[in-house]
């Protein structure tokens, strides 16, 4: 892409297309990569529940291979997603200043650790207390869950925190930028926690109050984070404008 000289509208499709293609290309790949662990998956998955001593089946002659391609499939877009952030923030490039250039070359990289360790800090915390929480609720109901089921509820819970986790950056590069300020963030945080419980109520799997408290209580943190990070960028886009100030009033 030539980056810094305009483009046709063809230009940008053609663009487009190529984001795509790359980003479906590397999504088979390691879909199919992830298929040959996906054994080791599934058993990593249901630890929560072998715990408790629960089997998961299959209720259908398909059902345990389309599980297997399921699974493949997931964790092959958690290993393609550093290619499609860059995919994606290459496409967006062009519209951007050479400075903000600089700093998307920064963030990409941490988009995508933030993504991970979003997933990894879902799993290895909130997600066991979770089916903990909802299986015992039933009582003395046996519980059978299909595998099809338990992988719809494991990814609808473990995704969506790694997207979420994604806030800092986004707050880092929308204060860069000057679209938002620390002090629009703090003075907005009644709002930002009533809309984090919304967005807990939509992403998580489970109608129950827990699950829904136990994504929004991190994503008020990450909120909280995402203030000071502001905070830091705000005072060096400062630091920098005065410095520029007084070396073009030293020139005068």
Same mark, same amino acid.
Request: charged share 15%; proline share 6%; with cysteine.
């Given at each position: 892409? *030539?980056?810094?000289?305009?483009?046709? +509208?063809?230009?940008?499709?053609?663009?487009?297309?190529? &984001?795509?293609?790359? $980003?479906?290309?590397?999504?088979?790949?390691?879909?199919?990569? $992830? /298929?040959?662990? $996906?054994? /080791?998956?599934?058993?990593?998955?249901?630890?929560?529940?072998?715990?408790?001593?629960?089997?998961? =089946?299959?209720?259908?002659?398909?059902?345990?291979?389309?599980?297997?391609?399921?699974?493949?499939?997931?964790?092959?877009?958690?290993? #393609?997603?550093?290619?499609? =952030? +860059?995919?994606? +923030?290459?496409?967006?490039?062009?519209?951007?200043?050479?400075?903000?250039?600089?700093?998307?070359?920064?963030?990409?990289?941490? #988009?995508?650790?933030?993504?991970?360790?979003?997933?990894?800090?879902?799993?290895?915390?909130?997600?066991?207390?979770?089916?903990?929480?909802?299986?015992?609720?039933?009582?003395?109901?046996?519980?059978?869950?299909?595998?099809? %089921?338990?992988? *719809?509820?494991?990814? #609808?819970?473990?995704?969506?925190?790694?997207?979420?986790?994604?806030?800092? &950056?986004? @707050?880092?590069?929308?204060?860069?930028?000057?679209?938002?300020?620390? %002090?629009?963030?703090? #003075?907005?945080?009644?709002? @930002?926690?009533?809309?984090?419980?919304?967005?807990?109520?939509?992403?998580?799997?489970?109608?129950?109050?827990? $699950?829904?408290?136990?994504?929004?209580?991190?994503? /008020?943190?990450? /909120?909280?984070?995402?203030?000071?990070?502001?905070?830091?960028?705000?005072?060096?886009?400062?630091?920098?404008?005065?410095? @520029?100030?007084?070396?073009?009033?030293? %020139?005068?």
């Amino acid at each position: 892409m *030539s980056i810094g000289k305009p483009m046709s +509208w063809i230009a940008h499709l053609e663009e487009l297309r190529h &984001v795509i293609i790359i $980003s479906t290309i590397a999504l088979i790949v390691t879909t199919i990569v $992830s /298929y040959f662990y $996906s054994d /080791y998956l599934l058993a990593l998955l249901q630890r929560p529940i072998a715990a408790m001593n629960i089997k998961l =089946v299959f209720i259908g002659v398909a059902e345990g291979f389309f599980a297997k391609i399921k699974i493949s499939l997931y964790a092959g877009f958690v290993l #393609s997603f550093p290619i499609i =952030v +860059w995919q994606i +923030w290459r496409f967006v490039l062009p519209a951007l200043y050479p400075h903000e250039r600089r700093h998307v070359m920064i963030l990409v990289p941490v #988009s995508v650790l933030l993504f991970i360790g979003g997933v990894v800090f879902a799993y290895f915390t909130v997600f066991g207390i979770a089916i903990r929480f909802l299986l015992t609720v039933a009582g003395d109901l046996d519980p059978m869950i299909t595998i099809g %089921q338990y992988l *719809s509820f494991c990814m #609808s819970f473990l995704i969506p925190f790694g997207i979420v986790f994604e806030m800092p &950056v986004v @707050a880092m590069f929308l204060t860069r930028i000057g679209i938002i300020t620390p %002090q629009l963030m703090a #003075s907005k945080r009644k709002y @930002a926690l009533l809309i984090m419980f919304v967005v807990g109520a939509v992403l998580t799997p489970g109608p129950d109050p827990v $699950s829904q408290l136990l994504m929004a209580v991190p994503m /008020y943190l990450l /909120y909280e984070i995402s203030i000071i990070l502001s905070r830091f960028i705000k005072a060096r886009k400062n630091k920098a404008a005065a410095e @520029a100030e007084a070396e073009f009033d030293g %020139q005068d």
